[in-house]
Nanobody, 129 residues
Framework: VQLVESGGGSVQAGGSMRLSCAASLFPYSSYSMGWFRQAPGKEREGVAVLLSDGRTNYAESVKGRFTVSRDNAKNTLYLQMNSLKSEDTAMYYC????????????????????????WGQGTQVTVSS
């Protein structure tokens, strides 16, 4: 299993960026996927989740600015980030949870790092003000 993030880099505040996560997961459509981030000196936090059943959820700090999507034909997860702020600066990670329990049993699991079994190496996003 391999998750490979790409698309990170540097951007000015107010700008946009799209992250991608290519996954060697089969069948990809059966996996719930998530984006997490970790800033220096801070704990890893959930940013956006796209479950295998199509439901999505976002951290309050990114609602209205970030959009998570997936292309099951390409085994790829995306995170479109608009109106970026300096506080969005972090290493962004892609995570996956597969069957048989690929749907969270409670809302607490949506952004729980421990619930996801597979992780990518991360891609750095730096937003300058």
């Amino acid at each position: 299993v391999q998750l490979v993030e790409s698309g990170g880099g540097s951007v000015q505040a107010g700008g946009s960026m799209r992250l991608s996560c290519a996954a060697s997961l089969f069948p990809y459509s059966s996996y719930s996927m998530g984006w997490f981030r970790q800033a220096p000196g801070k704990e890893r936090e959930g940013v956006a989740v796209l479950l295998s059943d199509g439901r999505t959820n976002y951290a309050e700090s990114v609602k209205g600015r970030f959009t998570v999507s997936r292309d099951n034909a390409k085994n790829t997860l995306y995170l479109q980030m608009n109106s970026l702020k300096s506080e969005d600066t972090a290493m962004y990670y892609c995570a996956a949870r597969g069957p048989p329990l690929s749907t969270p049993l409670s809302s607490n699991q949506w952004f729980a790092s421990w619930w996801y079994g597979y992780w990518g190496q991360g891609t750095q996003v730096t937003v300058s003000s």
